[in-house]
């Protein structure tokens, strides 16, 4: 017999990452039953989602399966067909957000466009075809596949022409359009976090400092450290304006480059470098970090309730991923867990229910403190453990 509140509207989850899993925890304290459609029995969200069905998110008739009698759908990543999502609207189905919106979040170029005609700050780019495209654009640069890349896939530094052929006979390959744009010399990388509901209403987070290493984020720091006061705000606005005039509802994570400013002699500026429109790895910080986590606000956002805050509850926090190492005979994660939490009995700790492969995020560890440098040293210790980087430390 179901105990499910009646009142309570249903949500569809499309994607059995683990966005879907992390977003179960919030969902069960707010009393919102989920549905979720995944690739495959077994997945990180399929292990804690008990209405859960296997599908395609690309067949229309298994979306439409799994969204009927939802209030609304939402997403644990951006590959479902724009098309099909437009079939959904057209039967009545709520996506949060929708498919007007998160074309800009599945299409780099059409991305670049908006973000050309909202005065956006972004690298020079230009739609490349050959070779004589990219030698025009001019080298160094970056060309990227206009859809379905991700965590570095996709993504190729051409410093000579030759450099070019790969991800030229990719796009002829695929059919997709190829992106260049410059080699921005950047500082360091950030990302402004924003929620956003139908009503109108937003909440944007600190803006976090990310490392990346080849493509896939490693750690993120909140707020960045040293990050100037008013670029930060800027940063913030930014992030709030591109989310109400794109539409977007739920989450939406801006990646920025910190650069230096060329009119401004020792400033520095923000450059878009892509959207997100999902919660986001820069942002898995917030479940202990913050007031109100990312994936929370995320679900309030698609039923349109008020938002939570997103004020930090520490001075610093520090999310490292866990990342699968080389020896994958390491890998028990569970076994890392009476060394790390007696190490560090305020360490937080979320795995993914995934089978270990080299460089595959399997969960990540928070750290938050007043002490920078300790949450650090706390944080890329217990995820060095669980990777088994350090198992043969003696301590």
């Known amino acids: ?191 402004a976090l924003v929620a956003r509901a139908p009503s109108g209403q937003a909440a944007a987070y600190p803006v976090v400092a990310t490392l990346q290493v080849d493509g896939v984020c490693r750690e993120v720091v909140a707020p960045a450290p040293d990050l100037d006061p008013a670029l930060a705000a800027s940063a913030q606005e930014l992030a709030l304006r591109i989310a109400g005039e794109l539409g977007v509802t739920g989450i939406l994570a801006v990646e920025l480059f910190e650069a230096p400013d060329p009119d401004v002699e020792g400033g520095t500026r923000v450059l878009v470098n892509e959207l997100a429109m999902r919660p986001h790895n820069t942002g898995h910080w917030t479940q202990d970090g913050a007031v109100t986590s990312q994936f929370e606000n995320h679900l309030r956002a698609a039923l349109d309730l008020p938002l939570g805050s997103p004020e930090p509850r520490a001075r610093w926090t520090v999310m490292v991923n866990i990342l699968g190492g080389e020896d994958e005979a390491v890998g028990r994660l569970y076994d890392g867990y009476p060394h790390a939490l007696a190490r560090d009995p305020r360490l937080r700790v979320h795995l993914y229910g995934k089978a270990l492969r080299p460089g595959r995020k399997v969960g990540h560890v928070n750290v938050y403190g007043d002490d920078l440098d300790d949450c650090l040293e706390r944080a890329r210790h217990a995820a060095a453990w669980f990777r088994g980087d350090l198992g043969n430390e003696s301590e």
């Open 1 to 191: 017999m179901s105990t499910t509140d009646p009142s309570a509207p249903r949500v569809a989850v499309i994607g059995g990452g683990q966005l879907a899993r992390m977003m179960a925890q919030p969902a069960i304290a707010l009393g919102v039953p989920l549905r979720l459609l995944a690739e495959a029995e077994g997945v990180s969200a399929d292990q804690v989602i008990a209405d859960s069905r296997v599908g395609d998110y690309r067949d229309l008739d298994d979306l439409r399966a799994v969204t009927e009698g939802c209030a609304v759908v939402t997403f644990d990543h951006e590959h479902v067909p724009t098309e099909h999502l437009r079939a959904l609207a057209a039967d009545g189905v709520v996506a949060h957000p929708g498919p007007e919106a998160l074309v800009h979040a599945q299409d780099k170029i059409v991305m670049r466009e908006a973000m050309s005609r909202l005065g956006a700050p972004q690298p020079r780019w230009a739609v490349v075809a050959d070779t004589a495209d990219v030698e025009a654009f001019g080298l160094p640069c970056v060309l990227k596949v206009s859809r379905g890349g991700y965590d570095g896939k996709g993504v190729w530094v051409v410093r000579e022409i030759a450099d070019a052929a790969e991800p030229l006979a990719v796009a002829e390959r695929t059919g997709v359009r190829l992106l260049a744009e410059e080699l921005v010399d950047f500082t360091r990388e950030l990302s």
